[in-house]
């Protein structure tokens, strides 16, 4: 094996299945080098976001293994240069990670990295691809397993899987879907990173980067867009029960409201192939909205986190975007700032 020691950082399931996975693969290996007195490859897990219910600290506990949970920037990139400073060769492994390695980090001979993202990549690079693949309407996306290095989601590609979307694809269920194709990915490539070098694909420039700021339509619903960007618009921030972005707002009237539950149902066939007047009606935090391609319901929570001011200034930026309906074109494209 060509690493001492295995360094594993994120969350979620993907997290807990890698682990899982790699945990298997160690103990066999030590039962074999025990008749030999190979030095045996230790694994340890860093979790990189707090959940009061982590399923990675109690696999962690149920397997014995060293786990820690640290969410600032400066702590977590403290603990890998203390935990690398035997300049023992390590490998880490970012699955559902949010931190960004440092040069620091990367510069070291004896650190390898590798990461999962949610993207097809070269496109799509950066935060929040879930969101931005479905708004986007994009007809696939997928997951990626590259090397890190100093540019973000650039390095040589090591593993991908695609993945079909529809109408129905939501945020939620692209992340759910990721995390399945990359285990199913990181399962045939893992065993053989560990015992000989991979050199992996180099991937074509793309200069754009989504940063986690950027969201679609600045995360702010207005009136008069038409129901299938409303439709992109609400399944794109649908995480579900995670907050994983922001929540998406809508304005009306000069009055500010959270997005809370919906509903989107498809208009019959005779409703397409004619002209249905554009509906919008708010009645007891309920907004209806229908046109020839949709009817969606959208519950409502009255909200105070934006000013007259703020929401005239972001009703007056989205405009142009709103009534054109802007996509992002493959990810090369930037989304509204």
Known sequence: MRFK????????????????????????????NTATKIHNTTLSVLETAISPSSMLRTLC???????????????????????????AKTLIISANNRFIFTPKIIDKPYIEIINFHYA?????????????????????????????TKDIDKGAIISQKEMVLSKDSTALSVTRKGMELAFLAFKEFINNL?????????????????????????????????????SKFLRSFDYGS???????????????YKIG???????????LDSQV??????RD?????????????????????????????NINELRAVATTNTTGGGGNQSPPS
């Open 5 to 32: 020691k295995i360094l594993l950082l994120g969350g979620n399931k993907i997290a807990c299945d890698c682990t899982k996975y790699l945990n298997t693969l160690l103990e066999d290996s030590h039962s074999k």
């Open 261 to 271: 539950k919906y509903q989107i149902k498809p208009q019959a066939k005779e409703c």
């Open 194 to 230: 560990l015992h000989k070098e991979i050199v992996g694909r180099d991937s074509i420039e793309n200069d754009f980067v989504y940063k986690f700021k950027n969201l679609p339509l600045n995360a702010l619903l207005v009136q008069n867009l038409d129901t299938n960007l409303i």
């Open 120 to 148: 097809l990549l070269p496109h799509y690079r950066g935060m929040n691809i879930p969101t931005w693949v479905i708004f986007n309407d994009e007809k696939k996306t997928g997951i990626t397993w590259h090397f890190v």
């Open 285 to 313: 935090n309920v907004l209806t909205i229908l046109d020839n391609a949709y009817q969606i319901t959208i519950h409502l929570l009255e909200s105070d986190e934006m000013t007259k001011k703020e929401i005239i200034q």
């Open 242 to 256: 995670f907050d994983v972005v922001q929540r998406p707002h809508f304005v009306y009237a000069n009055k500010c």
């Open 61 to 87: 506990q149920k397997l014995n293994l060293p786990y820690l949970c640290l969410t600032s920037r400066f702590d977590i990139e403290n603990f890998i240069l203390d935990f690398t400073q035997d300049r």
């Open 277 to 282: 007047e554009f509906k919008m009606e708010l």
